[in-house]
């Protein structure tokens, strides 16, 4: 799907002016660029608060709380022995929507989206780009959260409508571990009330591609997370978009970008995967 252009975003430029040299000639002087302070200001914030994301507080499922990613070590509830020969399968969902700028309705189900009824998962991760448009606004403006509070919502309505396991009768309900939004990339991930004390250090990174080649109306937000002793890396992106010539290139060099600069904490004993191709699974949503 290609997808919406940014408008504006071109710098500001000071009149024109003159100065007189040492032979009393008139010399006319460049044009200074200046950039708004509404760029510098979403650089910095962008810089400064990259690494928080939001979940579920602990034991609260009704509400969403910001946490800054960790680079603690923190122990886990259900440690693996190295002599322990058990192999424990997990379910996993993942998906990716460029929804085009569309907020969701009230009334959207997302039920068939995520097959709970027939093909119930252990994990979700959803990937989602343009959540908003590509407007001036919300490229360089601060974050839209209400919509992502609100794609939120209803993947909370959707996953936790069953409540009761079909093929037990214990309860089957959902917590957000991790949710992220960049300008319009927006990415959530949901597990099992079940495995939720085998999570442990959640992390995100943000890559901006966009705009001076930084800000985030292009790039992608990476998150990972442990569960019981095994690393895993989600990568949702939004590419340069475009069939002309050149734009294949283009899209090539975001998808390098995301790759080398993508960095997650290595924890205080240095140990933790730093790079997406560091841990031990990876799924890369790639959408232009």
């Not at 500001?12 to 006319?28: A, C, E, L, N, T």
């Not at 949702?236 to 080398?260: F, M, P, T, V, W």
């Not at 924890?267 to 890369?284: A, C, K, M, Q």
Request: glycine share 8%.
């Amino acid at each position: 799907m290609l997808s919406s252009r940014v408008s504006g975003g071109h710098p500001q430029k000071s009149p024109r002016s003159s100065h007189i040299d040492q032979q009393g000639k008139q010399v006319p002087v460049a044009p200074k660029v200046i950039w708004p302070k509404l760029v510098v200001n979403k650089i910095l914030r962008k810089r400064l608060g990259s690494n928080n994301f939001v979940a579920d507080f602990p034991n609260d499922t009704e509400s969403l709380q910001e946490i800054p990613s960790s680079d603690q070590e923190s122990l886990n509830l259900k440690t693996v022995s190295s002599d322990q020969k058990d192999i424990l399968k997990y379910k996993l969902f993942v998906s990716t929507w460029n929804v085009g700028g569309v907020a969701p309705p009230e009334n959207l189900n997302l039920e068939d989206l995520l097959d709970t009824r027939n093909n119930p998962c252990d994990i979700y991760v959803l990937g989602f780009q343009e959540v908003v448009t590509l407007s001036t606004g919300n490229v360089l403006g601060s974050e839209n959260s209400r919509i992502s509070t609100k794609w939120n919502s209803l993947i909370r309505a959707a996953l936790n409508k069953r409540g009761i396991s079909m093929k037990s009768n214990v309860p089957w309900d959902f917590q957000c571990i991790i949710s992220k939004q960049m300008v319009g990339i927006f990415i959530s991930v949901w597990v099992r009330s079940g495995l939720r004390k085998y999570i442990r250090n959640e992390s995100v990174s943000c890559v901006g591609c966009g705009l001076m080649g930084c800000l985030g109306n292009k790039g992608s937000v990476s998150v990972r997370f442990f569960l019981d002793e095994t690393s895993f890396c989600f990568v949702c992106s939004h590419l340069a978009s475009g069939g002309k010539e050149g734009d294949e290139r283009l899209r090539n060099s975001n998808a390098a970008e995301i790759l080398s600069r993508t960095s997650f904490p290595r924890g205080s004993s240095l140990n933790f995967p730093r790079t997406i191709l560091d841990h031990e699974y990876v799924f890369r949503h790639y959408i232009h």
